[in-house]
């Protein structure tokens, strides 16, 4: 069973979840990462999923179409919509207190730091 480990406004929060686990599902009836995981629509239209992987990347699918439109510049920085992926493998990610829907424009700029 995949490990997922949830890093949020400086708290860990770890679980095992089943194969195929999205976790915006999961949160949306309550089990972990709920309540910590923030989302809304559950359908890669709002960003608000956006979550920086840490560990586990690899594993992944490449990048949606829905990704690469709500997360633009943020891709390259690691981030994906958890509404979108269905964890296989252990994961580790960190949702920053980003604004819940950056355009493209302002990653670029951020970027450049
Ligand atoms: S919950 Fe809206 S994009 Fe993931």
Redesign the pocket.
Known sequence: MPTVTFHKQGQTFVDEVKPQTNL?VRAGIRQFPYPNLR???????????ACRVIAGAEHLPPPNW?EKK?LGERLEQGYR????LWIEHDIELAQDDLPAQAPAIVATAGADV
């Open positions: 915006v989302y809304e629509c559950g359908m890669g239209k709002c960003s608000k999923c829905k709500q919509l958890a509404c979108q």
